[in-house]
């Protein structure tokens, strides 16, 4: 099978089935504008916002759901839920924070819109789960007045 | 002075209550009485001689039948009760081993030197108007013996000037002459310690009577004696300490405080991982055998505190050395190292400290192995660059005691394990006293080995909290924003500014949100609260199952839920707002016609 070569922001090498990297829109993106042939390049096309290390858990995600189909275009009006996630993308997301949130980047960057999906939904339980410890779980700073804390607590918000 | 030699004595006191009713009437004394070894109940000091014989308080016994009295009684240790009613004391008082000695020697003296020397123990004229027992004791020292000097020194010379018997003269020694020997001996124990320059003479007073006391050195010389001289005598001394050519002394050999000095402290703590003991410690450790080891498990910080000197010359060249490669690698590129997030109980580092303190300076023996050395200098922490500065032992000679942190480091082959933020490509030596001309003098200096710089970078790195869901792009932040329910998100848009803005700049909506989302009926109010539905509003609606009655004339009115009295009191039901009408799922026209019948 073709494989493609993919330079990382790291500067390693990567190597990848096409067919997978197809799956990133991106990416098939630049092969259709680098017109490559069969016998293609040797250059490798380079992603200056992924890491190596990132670009094999994509191509692992990427490989794994390979045969799945597209997924539907959003719609606003259809519940938006985060239990659909399956086993294997749980356990594939069981890492830290750092690498989740770079695979989201990763996702974004790529356009691979399965992942971006399941990576948001994740994060979205992580909150729902922990909706009083947001500011201690993802380590935000809360930069509102004690002015404006009252003015949110009038307007029932909290 | 040989105990055999003193004539024995007996301690004579009246009968219990000061009487000496029995007694026979005694000739007036041949020498002058010996004075009272129990105070007169009366008062006190008074002289031997109690006046006539025949006083109820005059001691029966006299010097010349001592000799005859005292083979039956020894000396201070007679406990027969006397006869004729004298009553002979067994002890006084306690006395101290050196009041022995100056009660010995004083009767003695009284015993062989007469009246007129009775009266010249109670002479105060030599001693001063302010007495006190310590001079007098330290004058009949000199008198009979010289005190064996813990130093070692100032014994024999003294011992040597010292009268040989006490019937001897009493050089008796002014209160300058007092100091003087103190600073003798002090000498001579400075003088134990080597020193390449010339010993310096001390000059001391001279003695105010009578020849030189013999026992104060061969360095004294002759004149006038008094206060003033000694002051002058501290004064020149101090001098020489602060001239330069002590300069080139060690540290522990510079006798007195210099600008610049470092002042030095030091905090443990405990905790700390186990080092292995190669070549990334310190090279200073291994000129402390054993010391890794026993401090495996703390952290020893030491704490410098640069003070500022106005003249860069009057630092010690040590010193020197360390602010100039302070300042090569300032000048250098050196990445900026983060300060250690010690938990040491160590209490965060000390303010800058102030520049005027010149001349302060502790003198510290640095001992031990020092992990850290943190100097803290006049400048502010915005303005501290924090460097990396190595410094190893010279392993052809040890440490000399007190240097052990002030060493430079190694020649041109440099440290065993460079630090990342220094180029020690030629390190200075000690005798390179300039540097880089800074205006600042205070560095903050950090060393620890370059495998633990690398460690706790690390380890800082994966530890401290980076706000990931700030990096991420709106649009992202949408999309996992609206995946969360109607609580979380008025939790998430009360976390901070940003996201509050996109919350409502995208219009986020909350999954289980019930504003209806049917163009018709979007902008309807809510059934509860009638509220109308707003850009990004996750508020939740609050409202009053029953209504607010009126104030009356007769009375006050409340709502009728909750009991408040105030008709703007927030709502005690708590939900979700619902604008729903009608369910969005049924159709328009069977929404239209629900509506008319709720009206």
Same mark, same amino acid.
């Given at each position: 099978?073709?494989?493609?070569?993919?330079?990382?922001?790291?500067?390693?090498?990567?190597?990848?089935?096409?067919?997978?990297?197809?799956?990133?829109?991106?990416?098939?993106?630049?092969?259709?504008?680098?017109?490559?042939?069969?016998?293609?390049?040797?250059?490798?096309?380079?992603?200056?916002?992924?890491?190596?290390?990132?670009?094999?858990?994509?191509?692992?995600?990427?490989?794994?759901?390979?045969?799945?189909?597209?997924?539907?275009?959003?719609?606003?009006?259809?519940?938006?839920?985060?239990?659909?996630?399956?086993?294997?993308?749980?356990?594939?997301?069981?890492?830290?924070?750092?690498?989740?949130?770079?695979?989201?980047?990763?996702?974004?960057?790529?356009?691979?819109?399965?992942?971006?999906?399941?990576?948001?939904?994740?994060?979205?339980?992580?909150?729902?789960?922990?909706?009083?410890?947001?500011?201690?779980?993802?380590?935000?700073?809360?930069?509102?007045?004690?002015?404006?804390?009252?003015?949110?607590?009038?307007?029932?918000?909290? | 002075?040989?105990?055999?030699?003193?004539?024995?004595?007996?301690?004579?006191?009246?009968?219990?209550?000061?009487?000496?009713?029995?007694?026979?009437?005694?000739?007036?004394?041949?020498?002058?009485?010996?004075?009272?070894?129990?105070?007169?109940?009366?008062?006190?000091?008074?002289?031997?001689?109690?006046?006539?014989?025949?006083?109820?308080?005059?001691?029966?016994?006299?010097?010349?039948?001592?000799?005859?009295?005292?083979?039956?009684?020894?000396?201070?240790?007679?406990?027969?009760?006397?006869?004729?009613?004298?009553?002979?004391?067994?002890?006084?008082?306690?006395?101290?081993?050196?009041?022995?000695?100056?009660?010995?020697?004083?009767?003695?003296?009284?015993?062989?030197?007469?009246?007129?020397?009775?009266?010249?123990?109670?002479?105060?004229?030599?001693?001063?108007?302010?007495?006190?027992?310590?001079?007098?004791?330290?004058?009949?020292?000199?008198?009979?013996?010289?005190?064996?000097?813990?130093?070692?020194?100032?014994?024999?010379?003294?011992?040597?000037?010292?009268?040989?018997?006490?019937?001897?003269?009493?050089?008796?020694?002014?209160?300058?002459?007092?100091?003087?020997?103190?600073?003798?001996?002090?000498?001579?124990?400075? =003088?134990?310690?080597?020193?390449?320059?010339?010993?310096?003479?001390?000059?001391?007073?001279?003695?105010?009577?009578?020849?030189?006391?013999?026992?104060?050195?061969?360095?004294?010389?002759?004149?006038?004696?008094?206060?003033?001289?000694?002051?002058?005598?501290?004064?020149?001394?101090?001098?020489?300490?602060?001239?330069?050519?002590?300069?080139?002394?060690?540290?522990?050999?510079?006798?007195? &405080?210099?600008?610049?000095?470092?002042?030095?402290?030091?905090?443990?703590?405990?905790? $700390?991982?186990? $080092?292995?003991?190669?070549?990334?410690?310190? &090279?200073?450790?291994?000129?402390?055998?054993?010391?890794?080891?026993?401090?495996?498990?703390?952290?020893?910080?030491?704490?410098?505190?640069?003070?500022?000197?106005?003249?860069?010359?009057?630092?010690?060249?040590?010193?020197?050395?360390?602010?100039?490669?302070?300042?090569?690698?300032?000048?250098?590129?050196?990445?900026?190292?983060?300060?250690?997030?010690? &938990?040491?109980?160590?209490?965060?580092?000390?303010?800058?400290?102030?520049?005027?303190?010149?001349?302060?300076?502790?003198?510290?023996?640095?001992?031990?192995?020092?992990?850290?050395?943190?100097?803290?200098?006049?400048?502010?922490?915005?303005?501290?660059?924090?460097?990396?500065?190595?410094?190893?032992?010279?392993?052809?000679?040890?440490?000399?005691?007190?240097?052990?942190?002030?060493? =430079?480091?190694?020649?041109?082959?440099?440290?065993?394990?460079?630090?990342?933020?220094?180029?020690?490509?030629?390190?200075?030596?000690?005798?390179?006293?300039?540097?880089?001309?800074?205006?600042?003098?205070?560095?903050? @200096?950090?060393?620890?080995?370059?495998?633990?710089?690398?460690?706790?970078?690390?380890?800082?790195?994966?530890?401290?909290?980076?706000?990931?869901?700030?990096?991420?792009?709106?649009?992202?932040?949408?999309?996992?924003?609206?995946?969360?329910?109607?609580? &979380?998100?008025?939790?998430?848009?009360?976390?901070?500014?940003?996201?509050?803005?996109?919350?409502?700049?995208?219009?986020?909506?909350?999954?289980?949100?019930?504003?209806?989302?049917?163009?018709?009926?979007?902008?309807?109010?809510?059934?509860?609260?009638?509220?109308?539905?707003?850009?990004?509003?996750?508020?939740?609606?609050?409202?009053?199952?029953?209504?607010?009655?009126?104030?009356?004339? @007769?009375?006050?009115? @409340?709502?009728?839920?909750?009991?408040?009295?105030?008709?703007?009191?927030?709502?005690?039901?708590?939900?979700?707002?619902?604008?729903?009408?009608?369910?969005?799922?049924?159709?328009?026209?069977?929404?239209?016609?629900?509506?008319?019948?709720?009206?």
């Amino acid at each position: 099978m073709p494989s493609i070569r993919l330079q990382g922001s790291d500067g390693e090498i990567f190597e990848v089935d096409v067919e997978l990297a197809k799956q990133s829109v991106t990416i098939k993106a630049m092969l259709e504008d680098l017109v490559m042939d069969d016998e293609g390049d040797d250059d490798p096309i380079p992603l200056t916002n992924v890491n190596v290390a990132i670009l094999k858990k994509v191509t692992q995600w990427c490989t794994h759901h390979k045969d799945d189909p597209p997924p539907p275009e959003d719609d606003e009006n259809k519940e938006k839920q985060t239990d659909d996630i399956t086993v294997w993308d749980q356990e594939f997301l069981k890492v830290g924070q750092r690498t989740l949130f770079e695979l989201i980047l990763a996702a974004n960057y790529l356009d691979i819109e399965g992942l971006l999906n399941v990576t948001c939904k994740t994060v979205a339980s992580m909150i729902k789960e922990k909706t009083e410890e947001i500011h201690k779980t993802f380590t935000v700073e809360s930069d509102f007045t004690e002015e404006e804390e009252a003015q949110m607590r009038k307007e029932k918000l909290v | 002075m040989d105990r055999g030699s003193l004539l024995p004595f007996q301690l004579w006191c009246p009968r219990p209550f000061g009487t000496y009713s029995q007694n026979q009437p005694r000739p007036p004394p041949a020498a002058a009485l010996k004075p009272p070894a129990c105070s007169d109940p009366g008062g006190g000091g008074t002289e031997p001689d109690r006046g006539p014989a025949h006083s109820e308080n005059t001691p029966p016994a006299s010097a010349a039948d001592a000799p005859a009295a005292s083979q039956h009684a020894p000396v201070l240790s007679t406990a027969a009760a006397g006869d004729e009613g004298r009553v002979l004391l067994d002890t006084w008082y306690v006395i101290k081993p050196g009041n022995t000695k100056e009660k010995v020697a004083f009767f003695v003296a009284h015993q062989c030197g007469g009246g007129g020397r009775a009266s010249s123990m109670k002479v105060k004229g030599h001693w001063g108007s302010d007495s006190s027992k310590a001079k007098r004791r330290r004058r009949c020292l000199e008198l009979t013996k010289a005190p064996p000097d813990p130093g070692g020194g100032g014994g024999a010379p003294a011992a040597d000037g010292a009268p040989a018997t006490p019937g001897d003269d009493v050089d008796l020694l002014s209160v300058a002459e007092m100091v003087a020997l103190v600073e003798q001996r002090a000498a001579l124990a400075l =003088q134990s310690y080597p020193r390449p320059a010339p010993p310096s003479p001390v000059v001391f007073v001279s003695a105010e009577q009578g020849g030189p006391a013999k026992g104060l050195g061969s360095e004294r010389r002759s004149g006038g004696g008094d206060c003033s001289r000694v002051a002058e005598a501290v004064a020149h001394f101090e001098a020489q300490r602060d001239s330069p050519a002590t300069k080139g002394l060690r540290k522990e050999e510079r006798p007195g &405080a210099g600008p610049g000095e470092v002042r030095i402290a030091f905090r443990i703590s405990n905790g $700390r991982e186990p $080092r292995s003991p190669d070549g990334n410690l310190p &090279a200073w450790s291994g000129s402390r055998p054993g010391s890794p080891g026993a401090r495996a498990k703390d952290k020893i910080t030491c704490d410098l505190y640069q003070l500022i000197s106005p003249s860069r010359d009057a630092l010690p060249s040590t010193m020197e050395f360390l602010l100039a490669r302070a300042d090569e690698a300032s000048e250098g590129d050196p990445p900026a190292l983060a300060r250690p997030e010690d &938990a040491p109980p160590a209490p965060p580092p000390p303010p800058a400290r102030d520049c005027g303190a010149s001349g302060f300076h502790v003198d510290v023996v640095v001992t031990g192995v020092v992990d850290e050395c943190v100097f803290f200098g006049k400048d502010g922490t915005k303005n501290v660059k924090e460097e990396t500065v190595c410094l190893t032992v010279s392993p052809e000679e040890p440490p000399p005691p007190g240097q052990l942190f002030f060493l =430079q480091a190694r020649g041109p082959e440099g440290p065993p394990e460079p630090p990342p933020a220094d180029t020690p490509s030629a390190v200075p030596g000690a005798d390179d006293p300039e540097g880089a001309t800074d205006t600042s003098l205070c560095r903050l @200096y950090r060393h620890v080995s370059h495998d633990f710089l690398e460690i706790r970078f690390k380890i800082q790195r994966l530890l401290e909290p980076r706000q990931y869901m700030l990096l991420l792009p709106e649009h992202v932040l949408v999309k996992i924003f609206s995946f969360l329910p109607t609580r &979380a998100l008025a939790a998430l848009k009360c976390t901070c500014h940003h996201f509050k803005g996109v919350i409502e700049a995208f219009g986020v909506r909350a999954t289980d949100s019930r504003w209806n989302r049917d163009p018709l009926y979007r902008d309807d109010p809510c059934k509860q609260c009638r509220k109308r539905y707003e850009k990004g509003d996750v508020s939740l609606c609050r409202w009053h199952p029953k209504p607010y009655h009126h104030d009356l004339p @007769y009375g006050r009115s @409340y709502w009728m839920c909750c009991r408040r009295a105030d008709r703007d009191t927030p709502g005690c039901r708590l939900g979700l707002h619902d604008n729903n009408w009608v369910p969005p799922c049924n159709g328009g026209g069977r929404g239209r016609a629900g509506r008319e019948e709720g009206r």
